[in-house]
């Protein structure tokens, strides 16, 4: 059974960066899609990105390009989020997820990693 | 990007009554190959979400059968057929048709 397991809560000042990390166990395949979606305070699910933990495909949402890296150790079957430049509006909750082509839909979600950008 | 709008915003339900929730996309989700790319989600209070419905209609392994899917290219909805209290929570909707993916402003479950 897929499960992925992501890094603890992050207290960061404006201007500053984050990583996040996010580990995948039990997989039988190495190619394997790792998403990012995050969750504002009062605001909805967004979308920011996936990554291929096999190959390294990866791309970001446009929203968000230039400012989201999202990488991977194949070896280690984790994905990573780096987000920078962070700002108040970037206090959430970000989640890794797993998707494929059956069921085309997250069907393992991360269990969240908090963000929280303040001076 | 395509915009996702559920309807209601809350909803306060009596237990072994049934409930809907209503979730519209600006843009036909109906893929070339006759799948619907909607799925729906519960997050219970301090969870992540979990995955219930997938293309449309299709209940997640593990989900109860009281949940049900439906929907055209556009208007879908999630049917709760008797609501127990376990389903509290914020059920939200989301198209994997094209990126970005984009979800539904969802909608909270209470019971009365």
């Known amino acids: 059974q897929v499960q992925l397991l992501q890094s603890g809560a992050e207290l960061k000042k404006p201007g500053a960066s984050v990583k996040i990390s996010c580990k995948a166990s039990?997989?039988?395949?190495?190619?394997?899609?790792i998403h990012w979606v995050r969750q504002a305070p009062g605001q909805r699910l967004e979308w920011m990105g996936w990554?291929?933990?096999?190959?390294?495909?990866?791309r970001s949402s446009q929203k968000f390009q230039g400012r989201v890296t999202i990488t991977r150790d194949r070896s280690a079957t984790t994905a990573y989020i780096d987000v920078s430049s962070l700002t108040s509006e970037d206090t959430a909750v970000y989640y890794c997820?797993?998707?494929?082509?059956?069921?085309?839909?997250?069907?393992?979600w991360g269990q969240g990693t908090m963000v929280t950008v303040s001076s | 990007d395509i915009v996702m709008t559920q309807s209601p915003l809350s909803l306060p339900v009596t237990p072994g009554e049934p409930a809907s929730i209503s979730c519209r996309s600006s843009?036909?989700?109906?893929?070339?190959?006759?799948?619907?790319?909607l799925s729906w989600y519960l997050q219970k209070p301090g969870q992540s979400p979990h995955l219930l419905i997938y293309?449309?209609?299709n209940r997640a392994s593990g989900v109860p059968d009281r949940f049900s899917g439906s929907g055209s290219g556009t208007d879908f909805t999630l049917k709760i057929s008797r609501v127990e209290a376990e389903d509290v929570g914020v059920y939200f909707c989301?198209?994997?048709?094209?990126?970005?993916?984009?979800f539904g402003g969802g909608t909270k479950v209470e019971i009365k």
């Open positions: 997820a797993k998707y494929e082509g059956e069921p085309e839909a997250f069907d393992v």
């Open positions: 039990g997989y039988t395949s190495t190619n394997f899609p």
């Open positions: 990554i291929n933990v096999g190959n390294g495909n990866t």
């Open positions: 843009q036909s989700l109906l893929h070339s190959n006759g799948y619907k790319y």
């Open positions: 293309l449309g209609a």
């Open positions: 989301m198209q994997s048709l094209q990126n970005p993916f984009t």
